[in-house]
C-alpha cells in the first residue's frame, strides 16, 4: 500500500514537472521569437507597439477558432503563410501595423505549435477587454 501510494506520488509530480517545463520552453519559444513584435503586456505607449500585441491577437484568435486544435493549425499556417485573407486582425491594424511577414526559416512548425498551445492557454488574460472595455482593438485591461 505504501509503495503504491509513493509510485502515485513520483508518477504526479513527474507528471507535473513535464507540464512545467513544457510550460516554460513554450513560453522561452514565444520570447525569443514573437515577443520582439507581439507584447504579452497592457501596452503603456501605443506609439512604441510595432505589432498588434498577443492578448489583441488572440482575442480574434479565439473569437474565429474557438477549439484549441483549430487555433494552433491556424496559428502555425498563418505565421508561416499570413494573408490578408487569411487574417483575423481588424482591417485598421493591417492598415497601421502591415501585414506580418512570414516567419519561415526563423521559426520551424513544431516550435509554432507549442507557441501557440502556449498562447491559446495564457491569452488573453482574466478580465480583458479590448479598445479600454469597448471590446475590440489594442487590448487593454478592464479597471486599468
Known amino acids: 500500500m ?12 513527474i507528471l507535473v514537472s ?6 516554460n520552453d513554450a513560453k522561452g519559444l ?22 498588434p500585441p498577443a492578448m489583441g491577437v488572440m482575442r480574434h484568435v479565439k473569437m474565429r477558432y474557438p477549439k484549441k486544435e483549430d487555433a494552433v493549425g491556424f496559428m502555425v499556417d498563418y505565421v508561416l503563410n499570413p494573408t490578408k485573407e487569411k487574417s483575423v486582425c ?8 502591415g501585414l ?9 512548425e513544431e516550435e509554432l505549435k507549442k507557441i501557440s498551445e502556449w498562447m491559446f492557454d495564457n491569452f488573453p488574460p482574466a ?16 479597471g486599468q
Open 90 to 97: 481588424m482591417p485598421q491594424k493591417i492598415a497601421r501595423f
Open 2 to 13: 505504501t509503495k503504491s501510494i509513493i509510485s502515485n506520488i513520483a508518477i504526479a509530480t
Open 30 to 51: 514565444f520570447e525569443a521569437k514573437c515577443k520582439m513584435c507581439h507584447i504579452d503586456t497592457r501596452p503603456t505607449n501605443r506609439a512604441d507597439l510595432v505589432a
Open 127 to 142: 478580465g480583458f477587454m479590448g479598445g479600454m472595455g469597448r471590446g475590440a482593438g489594442m487590448g487593454m485591461m478592464r
Open 18 to 23: 513535464s507540464t512545467l517545463v513544457a510550460d
Open 100 to 108: 506580418m511577414p512570414s516567419q519561415k526559416g526563423n521559426v520551424t
